[in-house]
């Protein structure tokens, strides 16, 4: 089992690698990014699949558990192979995430270097844009225009990517925490079961010893009463 966490997050880095590697090399062409588009989402429905058959696995492996007899230590290997196939399933959607965002600021990148194309070219052609007046600027002033431009745009889109990054960050987190919160309530859980279990096995020797000895158990209830003790007076009946 040692050798099974090292190999299960060399793998999962190891492809985390590879698909950043991809993206990377695949930002550029815009031609590709409905392919791309298509093949996150066929692996993101994988990567549900996969998650749904590695909790039912979870869940059979446990019940299996409770079949042994030492249960915890099984339910917590249990638990702990399953949380590391899980952060590999987390990774590869890290990785998706990123080449969304990579490719939605290209878009918009791309779309508002569109436009500007299209007012410089009606510029050139001899047409104005609404809302301008006056004598026509120097083409020295318009290339201050569009290199502002360009750089507010790039500023903007580097603004939400950096703002979609944290908020995909939060969700790792936050979902990365979540099987830990879940495992300390079973822990606890399991405790007192444990307890409760102990404290019944106690009273249960308790009574038997009681029983071999010939004394009376301990209770905290009263015993019902039997033929050997006497009962209780009854009080007389009122004439009529």
Do not use: W
């Not at 190999?7 to 409905?34: K, M, N």
């Amino acid at each position: 089992m040692a050798c099974f966490y090292p190999s299960i997050i060399a793998a999962a880095v190891l492809a985390l690698g590879c698909a950043t590697g991809a993206v990377a090399a695949s930002a550029p062409d815009a031609d590709a990014q409905p392919a791309a588009a298509s093949s996150r989402d066929a692996e993101r429905q994988e990567i549900q699949r996969v998650r749904k058959a590695l909790e039912s696995r979870r869940v059979q492996e446990e019940a299996a558990c409770y079949q042994r007899f030492v249960v915890d230590s099984c339910v917590r290997d249990v638990r702990a192979r399953i949380r590391v196939e899980d952060m590999a399933l987390r990774q590869r959607e890290v990785v998706l995430n990123d080449a969304e965002r990579r490719e939605k600021a290209a878009d918009r990148l791309q779309s508002i270097e569109q436009k500007d194309q299209e007012q410089r070219a009606k510029q050139a052609a001899g047409e104005r844009p609404a809302g301008m007046s006056g004598a026509p600027r120097d083409p020295a002033a318009k290339e201050r225009d569009r290199s502002l431009r360009e750089q507010e745009a790039q500023q903007r889109a580097s603004q939400q990517q950096n703002k979609q990054a944290a908020h995909d960050a939060a969700q790792a987190q936050k979902a990365a925490e979540t099987p830990s919160r879940i495992e300390e309530s079973r822990t606890r859980f399991e405790a007192k079961q444990k307890e409760a279990q102990e404290r019944r096995a106690k009273r249960d020797r308790a009574n038997a010893d009681a029983a071999t000895s010939g004394r009376t158990p301990p209770s905290t209830l009263p015993y019902p009463p039997s033929s050997s003790a006497p009962l209780p007076a009854q009080a007389p009946a009122s004439a009529p």
